[in-house]
């Protein structure tokens, strides 16, 4: 695994890589919800409705950007944002393939949202995430994120974090 490096780009969000991450992202969330409140996998039906339903067209330009992240060339990863307001941007389709978790990939998805976000003008980034999302709660933790008050109705939102972006960093 020597050599092998993750890269992050904006993508189309119905690209095929961006399209083939959203059904893994949403089919492993769903069936983890549903496992845990029902003891089943998503019915199948409802999860094509869902999926086709929750098409990503908020993060395309102007006022979103989807990133698509590859290990090694290949999509592994994505991150979303979208403007909520003229300063604050919100995060969301935070996912990393369970085979490529563990090599940083999300932090750096993470960071290049939140690159994204202060491009499109924001100030501050806000997510939701469910209680049983652990993982996510502790990265976004780790990441520099507080919990907070809710900042939507979504009726699967159980946490909402927020960070202050710093103003970006000058190249020289």
């Known amino acids: 695994m020597a050599g092998m490096t993750w890269t992050i780009a904006p993508a189309p969000y119905d690209s095929p890589a961006a399209a ?6 949403y089919t492993e969330v769903s069936d983890r919800w549903y496992l845990l409140h029902e003891g089943h ?10 999926i086709a339903a929750h098409s990503g067209a908020d993060l395309a330009p102007p006022g979103g950007r ?21 300063d604050t941007a919100e995060l969301t389709r935070v996912f990393v393939l369970p ?9 750096l998805l993470v960071a ?8 499109l003008g924001a100030r501050r980034v806000v997510l939701d995430t469910r209680s ?17 008050g809710p ?22």
Request: glycine letters at 8%; a negative charge.
């Open 20 to 25: 083939a991450l959203w059904r893994a992202y």
């Open 41 to 50: 996998p998503t019915d199948p039906e409802e999860l094509e409705r869902e």
């Open 66 to 86: 989807l990133l698509i992240g590859r290990y090694d060339g290949t999509p592994a990863g994505s991150a979303g944002v979208r403007l909520l307001e003229a």
């Open 99 to 107: 085979e490529m978790r563990g090599r940083g990939g999300a932090a």
């Open 112 to 119: 290049a949202a939140e690159d994204a976000a202060r491009a």
């Open 132 to 148: 049983d999302l652990v993982e996510a709660r502790a990265l976004y933790t780790r990441l520099g994120y507080t919990e907070t």
């Open 151 to 172: 900042h939507n109705s979504d009726p699967y939102a159980e946490h909402w974090f927020r960070k202050e972006l710093p103003p970006a960093r000058a190249v020289n």
